[in-house]
């Protein structure tokens, strides 16, 4: 059954090699978001019960299981992406690539001449998140920002970053707000 086949299998059985560029991602999808706004609400319902659900039967634990869900499903998609290891490129093409579910941009503070910083034997750069369908979910189902929900997006950010990048990575929440939440992209 081919939901069952990982990439790996796919790829030997296709014989494909093929990486995909975000030119190659259309820009347009049919049918339209508009026709299908009712289904990705009650898709937001949903996934916003679940996680509701697993805070209930698994605690501070459902951190943890969502977080490492995100990051291997981040390792999955990614390894169709071009391999980049300039992390300024990697994460613009990857936000280019994720617009319309997540929208991020770089962003470094007034005193910083770069926005790879180094300090105190730390490499990070920070990340602005404005459209996120997380947070929509969130504010859908009246849940706080920085649980589990937010924890698969964290993931999934790392696990592409990763994958695309061959660096080891980690994503903090320095702040998160109704319109947009500032991260901290910590490169190993």
């Known amino acids: 059954m081919m939901t069952e086949m990982t990439v790996d299998e796919m790829n030997r059985q296709f014989k494909t090699g093929t990486v995909f560029r975000a030119e190659d991602v259309p820009m347009s999808c049919s049918p339209s978001a508009k026709d299908m706004e009712q289904t990705l609400h009650g898709v937001m319902k949903m996934n916003g019960l679940i996680i509701k659900s697993l805070e209930e039967i698994a605690g501070r634990g459902a951190n943890a299981v969502t977080y490492r869900a995100g990051k291997k499903f981040g390792h999955e998609v990614a390894k169709y992406f071009r391999k980049n290891e300039d992390i300024e490129e990697a994460l613009r093409e990857l936000s280019y690539i994720l617009h319309g579910q997540y929208t991020f941009e770089l962003w470094k503070p007034e005193d910083k001449e770069n926005y790879v910083v180094t300090e105190n034997g730390e490499t990070f750069i920070y990340l602005v998140f404005h459209d996120c369908i997380v947070r929509q979910t969130l504010r859908r189902n009246g ?25 080891r990575a980690k994503l903090e929440i320095v702040h998160t707000g109704p319109n947009a939440c500032l991260k901290k992209l910590i490169l190993k």
């Open 143 to 167: 849940m706080e920002q920085g649980g589990p929900l937010c924890q698969t997006l964290y993931g999934y950010v790392v696990g592409a970053i990763e994958e695309i990048t061959g660096r």
